[in-house]
Structures are given as structure tokens and as C-alpha cells.
């Protein structure tokens, strides 16, 4: 059937509204196994009533229309997420380096989305997820600028012969995520003869969550960027010009300056500094639009008068389990570094603590940072399978006296390992332990940066 007009589509849609796939589906493909993609098939074959294609153009071509179903799920705290990230069309290296934004295969096939999404549940029968919401997607302005800025990272780096270090987090919200089965899914590229891992355009599954927020849960995310500043510069170039004019100055002056509460002993500091600096005072970081659609974490460092961060970086505790049995490529590890961005925060003591006894913080700069692909898939993916023999194998779990107590050494990666990361314990005290794969318990352990790979990012970025 061909659709005369958007409304005419989006009509049709909302009628999927409530519905479940057992319901639409008249092929019974919902019978034939589980492969991914089979409920967009549904969508179009059973409810839109088309053939199943995979042409280079937009799926209702008459109206530039690109057909979408993806999952949403529930989580914990009773939110809603964007369940993954939204793959869209394949990048041809090859071709893609002779384009520009508005002839790129992204533009031409992506440029307006109409985007079925449906409830996951864990443990349900894929004909019983529901259709719960029917969205025609175009491009706000402010997005549109930060994702040409993100294509033309993605296709730069191809033209410089290096699509074989792509990495999602190189981008905010437009990304080059794999695309493949496996490691031998490589493509040719133009400009290196290193093949490279096959990736499609996608759009981040942060930008997915931002969206199911705003659309679905009708939520209210705040931007401090607008369409005229993203024409002329990068979101850091922005934050940076938000936070350089108070650059060099300690907390005291700042809150003079500015009327912002600024003791750093309390937990909400880095929420009320950083949206107070950005001018939209006592918004919570997660209602930031930019940050949440971009996955961009923020991380607070205090710089010791050597340069050293005061303390190692930590991250989430660690799930022995879970470590023993899964894959590299859908290890939290990976995803982790491969998909966020990190705001480095950064403060500093500058004079010792005998000529600074009050400990007066001055305020030093910001980082943008993301782990870059080598390093992911270099020393982290190597200390990530050496954790994993070592677990496998048994942790040597070593009572050693001292004075009055007994502590328990293990021969997990300490700091210095490799340069970059170690374990170490993150718990309340002692007693607060988890469970090993082989029964035995051990204090909470959790993934940590070393201070002095933090420390030489800092100096290369500032």
C-alpha cells in the first residue's frame, strides 16, 4: 500500500498502538526462531502490508520514511530505557568518504524515522511484547548540528585511514557501531589496507533513552547549547568556553562570583557546580539533554600539588559471575568505555598541604574524554581476560597479619598492572563482601583507573 501523506502513516501506525506481534503477525514468522530483526519484519509485512527489503533507500521512499521497531524496557527504579542502541544502514567506506552530510547514505535513507517502539519484558514470549508507542522522528535543529558534527568525525576518520580504530564513543550522538557476527566481518577501506570491522550508522541508546523519556514519559530535559552555538562549535568547545572564565579560581571566588553553593563535602556539589556554570542552576545532570543524549558521565578529580589525582578513579563494583562467564564483546568492560564519554571535572590543591592547611581548592579546567579504541581493544581487553583466568582458576585468597588485624591479599591486578586500570576493593568495610563462582567470599571489589593514567590524560587534554 502506498501512503500518500505523513499524517496518512502515522495514522496507520497508531493503530499498532496496544497491540502485541502474536496479534499483527500473519506469516508466521513470530514461529521462526529467534533472530533479531524478525518483529520489524512483522511490522512491515503483516501491518504495512510491504515486501521485506533491504534497498538503500528509505522504506516509504514516496515520503523519505524510514521504518524502525525497537525495544524499550522498565527498569529498577520504575524508569523507562531504550533497551539498545538504533542501528540503522550499513557504512560503505568505500563510498561514504566521497559524500557530503546531505548525500550520505545516513541523510538519504535516515532523515525521517518512523519509529515503532515496544515493551521487552525478560521472560516473555516475543509474541506477547506490545506496540506501546507509534513516533514520527525528525531531527531537532540543535540535534542535527551535533549529529553532521558526528558524521563528519565518523567519515574523517575513514578518510585518514583509520576506520579500523572507530569507536562509538568517538561521537555524541551518532554512532559507528559494529555490525557483524564475529571478528571476521571486516570490510576494505579506502585510504589504509588494514581491513576494518563492518559498522552501521546508529544512533546511540543513549539518545534512544533521551528519546523514550521525552516522548514517552513526556519528561522535560533542560539543553544549554543552541542551534546557533552548534553551528560554529563542538559541544566541548562550548563547555569549555561555559567553565574558562572562572579557570584558576578557588571555590570561595567562584561562589562569590557566581551566588553557588560550593562546598565540595556534599554529595549534590558536582551537580549544582557544573549546572550552575552552565547557566541552567539547579538542573540535575540527567536532565541535561546533551548529556543524557551524548552518554556523557561526569567524574571529579582533585589534582595533588605533584599533578597526581588525590585517589585512583573507581567505577562500579564488580560481579564475579558475570566476569566468569561472559564474552569479551558483551562484557560491561567493553561497552562501558566503548560507548561513554567522560567529563573530567578536574580541581586543584596546588601548594602542599603545610603551605595550603585548609586545603583550598582551585578550580583547574574540564576533560572531555573517551578511552580510545586501541586501548580498549588492547590493554583493557588483555587485563579483562587475565581477570577472567584468574577467576576461573581460583583466587589465591592470602591471610596476613598485621598488627592487631588479619587482612586477606588476593592476586588480582593491583595498581601499575598494566599502566591503566587495577581491582581493588570498594565497600563499606570489611565484613561487606561478595560471593565467588567457588563458594568463598571476598571483600567487594570494583574497577578502578590508575591516578596516573588519569593524570596523563588530564596534562594531554589541558
Known amino acids: 500500500m502506498i501512503y500518500q501523506t505523513e499524517e496518512e502513516l502515522l495514522y496507520k501506525a497508531k493503530q499498532a498502538e496496544g497491540r502485541n506481534f502474536g496479534e499483527i503477525d500473519k506469516s508466521n514468522r513470530i514461529e521462526n526462531g529467534r533472530a533479531k530483526g524478525q518483529l520489524g519484519q512483522i511490522i512491515e509485512e503483516s501491518f504495512f502490508g510491504y515486501e521485506v527489503n533491504s534497498k538503500n533507500e528509505a522504506d516509504f521512499s514516496d515520503l523519505g520514511i524510514e521504518l524502525k521497531v525497537t525495544p524499550i ?42 519509529i515503532l517502539f515496544y515493551e521487552w519484558i525478560p521472560k516473555l514470549e516475543r509474541a506477547d511484547y506490545k506496540v506501546i508507542k507509534a513516533h514520527l522522528h525528525t531531527y531537532p535543529e540543535e540535534d542535527l548540528e551535533i549529529i553532521k558534527q558526528d558524521w563528519k568525525t565518523i567519515v574523517d576518520k575513514v578518510r585518514a585511514g583509520m576506520a579500523h580504530e572507530l569507536s562509538e564513543a568517538d561521537t555524541n550522538y551518532l554512532a559507528a557501531c559494529t555490525k557483524g ?32 523519556r521525552k516522548e514517552i514519559k513526556q519528561e522535560d530535559l533542560t539543553r544549554f547549547a543552541t542551534t546557533s ?10 563547555l ?33 557546580f557544573v549546572s550552575g556554570l552552565l547557566g541552567i542552576r539547579g ?10 543524549k551524548a552518554n556523557i558521565q561526569l567524574k571529579t578529580i582533585r589534582l595533588e600539588p605533584d599533578g597526581l589525582p588525590k585517589e585512583h578513579m573507581s567505577f562500579k563494583n564488580i560481579d564475579f559471575f558475570e566476569w566468569a562467564e561472559e564474552n569479551w564483546e558483551d562484557s560491561w568492560l567493553k561497552n562501558h568505555f566503548d ?34 579504541f586501541h586501548e580498549i581493544e588492547g590493554t583493557l581487553k588483555n587485563f579483562w581476560s587475565d581477570v577472567k583466568t584468574i577467576i576461573q582458576s581460583g583466587l589465591e585468597l592470602i591471610p596476613v597479619k598485621q598488627k592487631n588485624r588479619t587482612i586477606v591479599k588476593n592476586n588480582l591486578p593491583k ?4 599502566g591503566i586500570c587495577h581491582l581493588r576493593p570498594k565497600a563499606r ?23 596516573t593514567f588519569v593524570a596523563k590524560i588530564i596534562n594531554k587534554q589541558t
Request: proline residues 3%; aromatic residues 12%.
Open 73 to 114: 524496557k522498565k527498569n529498577k527504579n520504575g524508569s523507562l530505557s531504550a533497551k539498545e542502541r538504533l542501528v540503522l544502514n550499513i557504512i560503505n567506506y568505500q563510498k561514504e568518504v566521497y559524500a557530503t552530510f546531505e548525500t550520505s547514505s545516513f541523510w538519504s535513507k535516515n532523515q525521517k524515522m518512523l
Open 181 to 212: 557476527a564475529n571478528k571476521s566481518s571486516l570490510r576494505s577501506q579506502p585510504f589504509s589496507d588494514e581491513m576494518a570491522m563492518q559498522r552501521a550508522y546508529s544512533l546511540k541508546q543513549s539518545y534512544m533513552t533521551a528519546l523514550v
Open 229 to 238: 552555538d552548534l553551528k560554529n562549535k563542538s559541544l566541548f568547545q562550548l
Open 240 to 272: 569549555q568556553d561555559k567553565f574558562h572564565p572562572f579557570k584558576g579560581l578557588t571555590l570561595e571566588q567562584i561562589a562569590e562570583q557566581t551566588g553557588l553553593e560550593t562546598n565540595d563535602k556534599s554529595k549534590k556539589f558536582l551537580q549544582e
Open 283 to 292: 538542573t540535575k545532570l540527567d536532565q541535561i539533554e546533551e548529556f543524557a
Open 339 to 372: 560507548e561513554t564519554k567522560f567529563l573530567f571535572v578536574v580541581f586543584d590543591y596546588k601548594e602542599t598541604k603545610q603551605q595550603n592547611p585548609s586545603r583550598q581548592l582551585y578550580f583547574s579546567g574540564i576533560t572531555l574524554w573517551n578511552m580510545p
Open 415 to 418: 595498581p601499575g598492572y598494566n
Open 429 to 451: 568495610d570489611g565484613s561487606d563482601k561478595t560471593k565467588l563462582p567457588d563458594g568463598r567470599l571476598i571483600t567487594k571489589q570494583a574497577f578502578w583507573l590508575d591516578r
